[in-house]
């Protein structure tokens, strides 16, 4: 008989998730976008992209992979004198989780500039389960490899064994966050790859989106010249 490792079990039970993670992002029109790509759209389209990109500790903890592009949905920490009631942990932290719409990024604000673990694997797997396509926080987090072996992406700045404890406490869910220095609404459009963490604002997803599209036709218009043959001079008109 196969022993059922710990690894091995969350690979399994990850595989019943079976909702496409882009849902969402594809209903944008953002679903080619990267975040370098995302950042010239958005300068395209009359934003400044240093103020929507989140800082640059905020990294892939997980094995990083293609970008993940999805609405914001939001659970906001604070400092605390006491530790998290259960029923507030379960309020802001797993009810936001489970009622997330498939193709949604989980973005968590810490509310300290400590570094704790805001989730582990379990949260992750449920996350993966119901279908997210990430998640994102300005804290750490732990677990990794496990959340790598069931595929689910994590931002972060880093990862720690220990929780949140008495240091911090969840005040609201699909609220307005502010992580990595981004404000964050629930529904604004999150783009986070290797190079970094960017957000779109809800009201010009649309704009940014057709901005996208003329950057990504002449994007390839120049790599078709230059494989071949072409000068970067002669292929890349500023």
């Known amino acids: 008989m196969t022993r059922m490792t710990r690894r091995s079990l969350l690979a399994a039970s990850a595989a019943f998730a079976s909702t496409p993670r882009l849902t969402l992002a594809q ?3 953002l679903e080619d976008a990267t975040a370098s790509l995302t950042a010239d759209a958005l300068r395209t389209a009359g934003r400044d992209p240093r103020a929507l990109t989140m800082s640059r500790d905020i ?14 949905v939001t659970t906001k920490w604070e400092l605390a004198r006491e530790g998290s009631a259960a029923g507030s942990i379960r309020k802001f932290v797993f ?10 990024i989980w973005v968590v604000e810490s509310g300290t500039d400590q570094l704790l673990s805001m989730f582990g694997d379990l949260i992750g797997l ?14 750490g987090c732990r677990d990794v490899g496990a959340m ?12 720690v064994l220990y929780g949140p404890g008495d240091v911090i406490r969840p005040v609201g869910a699909d609220v307005p966050v502010v992580c ?4 964050v609404r629930p529904g604004d459009v999150v783009v986070a790859d290797v190079d970094g963490v960017i957000v779109v604002p809800k009201e010009a997803v649309a704009e940014v989106a057709g901005a996208m599209n003329g950057l990504l036709a002449k994007e390839e218009g120049v790599r078709r010249k230059i494989e071949n043959g072409e000068t970067l001079a002669r292929a890349y008109s500023l």
Not at 59 to 72: D, E, F, L, M, N
Not at 180 to 183: A, L, T
């Open 126 to 139: 449920a996350c993966k389960r119901q279908g997210l396509a990430g998640a994102v926080t300005d804290s």
């Open 95 to 104: 009810e936001p989780v489970d009622r997330a719409a498939a193709g949604s």
């Open 27 to 29: 209903a944008s029109g």
């Open 59 to 72: 990294r892939p903890v997980t094995t990083p992979g293609k970008t993940i592009v999805g609405p914001a």
């Open 180 to 183: 990595g220095g981004v404000s």
């Open 148 to 159: 790598d072996a069931i595929g689910f992406p994590v931002f972060a700045k880093g990862t």
